[in-house]
C-alpha cells in the first residue's frame, strides 16, 4: 500500500491559473495539470492508493469555499487537510465543518503572511488540539528563494512545546534546506515529517540516517505532486539501505493512523 501525504488540486475551472502562477513563482515546469483527474491518473500510474490533497487559502475570504470544494471531492481515495487562515474570523465554527468532513488542516505560513509561533495563532492551536485535528505546516525555505522563512524548526519546536497533544506533521521533512536545523532541533522529536522535496536534495545516506535518526512512526511518504512525479521520489525512497519494516511506515502504516476511517 501507498499514502502520499502531501499533494495539491485545484477546480478545474482554475487549474490552468493555478498552473501558470505556481510554474512561475518557483520556475518549475509542473509534471501534469493540477486537477483531480490528473491526481487519479498518476495515482494509477504509480499504484498509489490514497492521496491526501492539502489546500492553501491566501486570503480569508477564500477558506469557505476552498473547504467546500475540497469536502466535495473527499473519498475513499482522495483524503483532505482543509484550509484555513489566521486572519478568517469565523475559524471556530469552521474547525466543526474540517473536523466532521476533513483530515486535517494545512498551513502555509509563506503565502499566509504569519509566523508559526506567533500568539495569535495560540487559540487557533489549542482548538485543533482539544479537537483532535492534525495540522501539516509548510517547512523551510521556498523554492523561489524570496520569501522569509516563517516556519523554523526552532519556531516549529516551540509550537510543539507549547501544543505538547496537538498532531503536528512538518512538512518537507521539517524543513526544506534547513537540513543542519532540523537535525539540531527537530530530529527526535515526538511529531511527524512528510518527505515531499526530501528525496534527491541529501545525498543518499544522509537522508538515510536521517529517516533512521527520527522516530519511525512519525515519518510519511509524501510528494507534493504535481510538483514533483511520485515515480521519482518513490524511487528514491526504495533506494535507500533502510529496512522493509521502516518504508512500509513511511508508505502508509503511519498514515493510517491519522488519517479518518471514513
Same mark, same amino acid.
Given at each position: 500500500?501507498?499514502?502520499?501525504?502531501?499533494?495539491?488540486?485545484?477546480?478545474?475551472?482554475?487549474?490552468?491559473?493555478?498552473?501558470?502562477?505556481?510554474?512561475?513563482? &518557483?520556475?518549475?515546469?509542473?509534471? +501534469? @495539470?493540477?486537477?483531480?483527474?490528473?491526481?487519479? $491518473?498518476?495515482?494509477?500510474?504509480?499504484?498509489?492508493?490514497?492521496?491526501?490533497?492539502?489546500? =492553501?487559502?491566501?486570503?480569508? @475570504?477564500?477558506?469557505?469555499?476552498?473547504?467546500?470544494?475540497?469536502?466535495? =471531492?473527499?473519498?475513499?481515495?482522495?483524503?483532505?487537510?482543509?484550509?484555513?487562515?489566521?486572519?478568517?474570523?469565523?475559524?471556530?465554527?469552521? #474547525? !466543526? $465543518?474540517? !473536523?466532521?468532513?476533513?483530515?486535517?488542516?494545512? &498551513?502555509?505560513?509563506? &503565502?499566509?503572511?504569519?509566523? =508559526?509561533?506567533?500568539?495569535?495563532?495560540?487559540?487557533?492551536?489549542?482548538?485543533?488540539?482539544?479537537?483532535?485535528?492534525?495540522?501539516?505546516? %509548510?517547512?523551510?525555505? *521556498?523554492?523561489?528563494?524570496?520569501?522569509?522563512?516563517?516556519?523554523?524548526?526552532?519556531? #516549529?519546536?516551540?509550537?510543539?512545546?507549547?501544543?505538547?497533544?496537538?498532531?503536528?506533521?512538518?512538512? %518537507?521533512?521539517? +524543513?526544506?534546506?534547513?537540513?543542519? @536545523? =532540523?537535525?539540531?532541533?527537530?530530529?527526535? *522529536?515526538?511529531?511527524?515529517?512528510?518527505?515531499?522535496?526530501?528525496? +534527491?536534495?541529501?545525498?543518499?545516506?544522509?537522508?538515510?540516517?536521517?529517516?533512521?535518526?527520527?522516530?519511525?512512526?512519525?515519518?510519511?511518504?509524501?510528494?507534493?505532486?504535481?510538483?514533483?512525479?511520485?515515480?521519482?521520489?518513490?524511487?528514491?525512497?526504495?533506494?535507500?539501505?533502510?529496512?522493509?519494516?521502516?518504508?512500509?511506515?513511511?508508505?502508509? $502504516?503511519?498514515?493510517?493512523?491519522?488519517?479518518?476511517?471514513?
Amino acid at each position: 500500500m501507498i499514502i502520499d501525504f502531501h499533494t495539491h488540486a485545484w477546480p478545474d475551472k482554475i487549474a490552468q491559473k493555478a498552473r501558470e502562477h505556481l510554474e512561475g513563482m &518557483f520556475r518549475v515546469k509542473l509534471v +501534469g @495539470e493540477p486537477t483531480v483527474d490528473t491526481l487519479l $491518473r498518476s495515482m494509477d500510474r504509480n499504484r498509489i492508493d490514497i492521496s491526501v490533497i492539502c489546500a =492553501v487559502a491566501t486570503r480569508p @475570504e477564500q477558506v469557505a469555499s476552498i473547504n467546500d470544494w475540497l469536502f466535495g =471531492v473527499r473519498s475513499d481515495r482522495l483524503r483532505a487537510f482543509a484550509a484555513l487562515h489566521p486572519d478568517f474570523a469565523g475559524w471556530p465554527q469552521e #474547525l !466543526q $465543518r474540517i !473536523q466532521q468532513q476533513a483530515d486535517g488542516v494545512k &498551513f502555509q505560513p509563506e &503565502f499566509q503572511n504569519f509566523y =508559526v509561533d506567533e500568539e495569535r495563532m495560540f487559540p487557533i492551536y489549542e482548538a485543533m488540539e482539544d479537537l483532535g485535528i492534525p495540522v501539516l505546516f %509548510h517547512c523551510g525555505k *521556498e523554492l523561489s528563494g524570496t520569501m522569509l522563512v516563517r516556519s523554523s524548526p526552532v519556531r #516549529l519546536k516551540k509550537v510543539k512545546k507549547a501544543f505538547p497533544k496537538l498532531t503536528i506533521i512538518a512538512g %518537507h521533512f521539517g +524543513g526544506f534546506e534547513l537540513w543542519p @536545523e =532540523v537535525d539540531e532541533h527537530l530530529l527526535g *522529536e515526538d511529531l511527524y515529517f512528510d518527505t515531499a522535496f526530501f528525496f +534527491g536534495h541529501l545525498p543518499q545516506q544522509e537522508a538515510a540516517r536521517m529517516l533512521k535518526a527520527h522516530p519511525a512512526k512519525r515519518l510519511l511518504f509524501g510528494t507534493d505532486f504535481p510538483l514533483i512525479d511520485p515515480r521519482q521520489d518513490l524511487e528514491h525512497l526504495n533506494a535507500l539501505p533502510i529496512s522493509d519494516d521502516l518504508k512500509e511506515r513511511i508508505l502508509f $502504516r503511519n498514515a493510517l493512523q491519522i488519517l479518518k476511517k471514513s
